[in-house]
């Protein structure tokens, strides 16, 4: 029967069955009105009978409709139908019609049985509910046609009573009724055990399967209690009710699990905002309605998954109330999500809930390896910036230690030459020594200059303050200086000193000035630097490659420069320096722990 | 005649201010190629005069001459380098020592201008 489920056949089909299915639902429906009527008064008993059928076919092909590939839109539409075929087909006045619609009459509670065990995803996943079904199917199909064989019906249309026999009958019928009492127990049982070990939502989903087992308990306590002459109509009653209720009530979870999906919409918005994990585990159990959700990170060092505290974490195994959705990048996970394994059933849903965290996980990723790249390329410069510092003192002491000690070392010996000659020999070999000690203390002179340039050893040895007394000595242009005795990292006093030369440098150069001021303050967290001239001004920050080549330098420590120079108003260039060096800029907190280690590696 | 102790880790250095002093007419007295050496020198060989380099491997100039200043009656301390004034500053504008002169300026005129006299 159930092959009309198989996706063999076209959308197109299935909405025809369903169309004919609900027509023919709804004339069995007016059908037992219509009988009642007819034979009694209207019964509000038959009302709530025909209501039962409506709304297991309607919802069912509703559900059905919506949910193509699950098997509970059609179950419960079957059961519908099938209720109001064994409710009508026994009104009719024929042998055969009767016959075959008191054989169906109870065939329903199997298909009920069926539906009730097989929520929510229309299929039996174990065998002992298969056993139940199967109680219910043998009193409700074999039994009840052997019943026929026997039964003796007051209106005598029992075409397959081939041999009438009323205490037969009634055995059969006693077996029957404790037989699939029997089975409603089994089957209150199995559900009531599924319903324990649930998580939360999942217990709330199994709320009107829930109903569907006191209906089951009601149904099976009228069976064992009518034999005995107890019909309890009230009880009868809310079963009743119970069974209009059911289908509304699958309906209205079904329902749910699709308006979660707006759940979606908030946790895109929340990973948006890149998360903590203890935030993003919230999100993603309120977008799937889960509070048991977990969210376990793959950390590739370790070759197995960890927790957001990096702790590892076991993934539960198939067959468990526990599923868990992987999260992958190119076939290597990244994450995993463990929910509760009824989520399975919503596959759209869950697979939102992962598309959007995926998104969030390469958000993360890229944001992460961005970062790392950027401190590593500033890593780098600082590191080309200290290299060059010390290839610079590098050079001054080797200039010392070499040509300017074979520099000085000349110029004595010739010293000592000239002064041995003294007023003897050859005056052309006086004045020709005289020359050469000239020149021997210029080379040395000029050498000097180039050795101060490329590093001021005063600036290492004795400070900022001492080494800017020295430039500002050395500067054509009266130079005030305000420096106080503060030292900082040879970085700082690097960055400063190579600032203020190459501002007093361009002072002499182009400023035209008659004087300069140098102030340097040492501020709590940074020192500002302050170089300013009477000169000329009109200086271009955009002309030349001094300038740039400062910013740089500062932009290494986090210093700006910057530079005033208005036409005939002076020229004043101001840097800052931060003094404490900025810490590492965290990495986003939401994957850093076990994502950082490949990010790390790229 | 004034004596003279010359400290210095270049021997090179110390032949030729050696030959330089002694034509000047100082009495060069010993030579120490370090500060700590140095200081036993000149407790030992009081000399007038010490000619200390600044760069000294073991202890810079300027606290060797710190050190000369607290033992005993200080002898003139003559700072030298090979680098000129401009790489010391203001460190060379006053301490326990006479002066300071250029490695390539050393005479015993140099020497005796510090001191004030000819």
Not at chain 1, 503 to 528: E, F, G, H, I, S
Not at chain 1, 554 to 574: E, F, K, N, Q, Y
Request: with cysteine; glycine share 8%.
């Amino acid at each position: 029967m159930l092959s009309i489920l198989s996706t063999r056949h076209s959308p197109a089909t299935f909405t025809w069955i369903r169309v004919l299915l609900v027509i023919t639902a709804g004339a069995l429906g007016l059908g037992m009105l219509v009988e009642n009527v007819q034979h009694r008064q209207l019964d509000p008993v038959a009302v709530l009978e025909a209501l039962v059928g409506w709304s297991f076919v309607a919802c069912g092909v509703f559900i059905w409709a919506r949910r193509r590939d699950n098997r509970l839109g059609p179950l419960m539409t079957i059961v519908g139908i099938v209720w109001m075929l064994g409710q009508t087909m026994p009104l009719v006045a024929d042998p055969i019609m009767f016959t075959a619609g008191s054989w169906l009459s109870d065939l329903w509670a199997a298909w009920f049985a069926l539906f009730l065990l097989s929520f929510p995803s229309g299929r039996l996943t174990s065998r002992t509910d298969l056993a139940i079904v199967g109680v219910y199917v043998f009193v409700t199909v074999p039994l009840e046609f052997l019943w026929l064989l026997f039964w003796v019906p007051g209106n005598g249309l029992n075409a397959l009573a081939i041999a009438p026999d009323v205490n037969a009958a009634h055995v059969i019928d006693t077996v029957q009724r404790a037989v699939i009492a029997f089975g409603g127990v089994l089957l209150v049982i199995a559900l009531g055990r599924r319903w324990l070990r649930s998580s939360g939502p999942v217990r709330r989903q199994m709320a009107p399967v829930l109903a569907g087992a006191i209906t089951i308990l009601l149904q099976s306590a009228a069976w064992i209690l009518v034999p005995f002459g107890i019909a309890i109509d009230p009880l009868h009653d809310l079963m009743l009710v119970a069974q209009i209720a059911i289908p509304i009530g699958v309906l209205i979870v079904i329902l749910r699990a699709r308006m979660a999906r707006s759940g979606i919409a908030d946790l895109v918005v929340e990973l948006g905002q890149t998360p903590t994990p203890a935030r993003l585990r919230d999100a993603l159990a309120n977008a799937l309605g889960d509070p048991s959700l977990q969210v376990a990170y793959w950390a590739p060092s370790q070759d197995r998954f960890v927790d957001a505290a990096g702790e590892p974490m076991l993934l539960p195994e198939d067959g468990t109330s526990q599923a868990v959705t992987m999260l992958e990048r190119g076939g290597v996970p990244e994450a995993a999500i463990i929910h509760d394994a009824i989520l399975l059933e919503d596959p759209g849903l869950i697979a939102s809930v992962a598309s959007a965290m995926r998104l969030a996980v390469e958000n993360d990723r890229l944001t992460s390896e961005v970062e790392a790249q950027l401190q590593e390329v500033r890593a780098s410069r600082a590191r080309i910036v200290e290299a060059g510092d010390l290839e610079r003192r590098r050079v001054e002491r080797d200039l010392h230690d070499g040509a300017q000690q074979r520099l000085v070392s000349l110029s004595l010996e010739l010293r000592v030459a000239r002064n041995a000659l003294g007023d003897r020999g050859d005056p052309a070999v006086r004045r020709s020594l005289d020359r050469a000690a000239d020149e021997a203390l210029a080379a040395l002179s000029e050498l000097r200059d180039l050795a101060l340039g490329i590093h001021p050893l005063i600036l290492t040895e004795s400070g900022l303050g001492e080494a800017i007394e020295s430039l500002a000595d050395r500067t054509s242009v009266d130079v005030s200086v305000d420096v106080g005795p503060e030292r900082y990292s040879p970085a700082v006093e690097g960055a400063a000193y190579f600032v203020i030369s190459e501002a007093l440098a361009n002072v002499t150069k182009y400023a035209k000035a008659t004087k300069a001021t140098v102030r340097v303050r040492d501020l709590a967290d940074r020192v500002t630097i302050e170089v300013s001239d009477d000169g000329i001004g009109g200086a271009d920050p955009q002309v030349g490659s001094g300038l740039r080549g400062l910013a740089d330098r500062l932009a290494v420590l986090d210093g700006t420069i910057s530079v005033v120079s208005p036409v005939g108003g002076g020229t004043t260039i101001s840097a800052q320096i931060p003094t404490v060096q900025p810490t590492t800029p965290s990495v986003p907190a939401l994957y850093a722990v076990p994502i950082s280690d490949d990010t790390m590696e790229a | 005649m004034s004596t003279i102790l010359i400290v210095d880790d270049d021997p090179r250095f110390r032949a030729q201010a050696r030959d330089v002093l002694a034509m000047d007419g100082f009495v060069v007295i010993g030579e120490a190629v370090d500060g700590a050496s140095g200081v036993e020198a000149a407790q030992a060989l009081q000399p007038d005069f010490v000619l200390l380099d600044i760069g000294l491997p073991d202890i810079e100039g300027f606290e060797v001459a710190r050190s000369l200043a607290v033992n005993g009656p200080p002898p003139w301390v003559v700072l030298t380098s090979s680098r000129d004034a401009r790489a010391y500053g203001r460190r060379l504008a006053n301490g326990d020592f006479l002066g300071f002169i250029p490695k390539e300026r050393i005479s015993g005129s140099a020497i005796r201008a510090l001191v004030g006299h000819p």
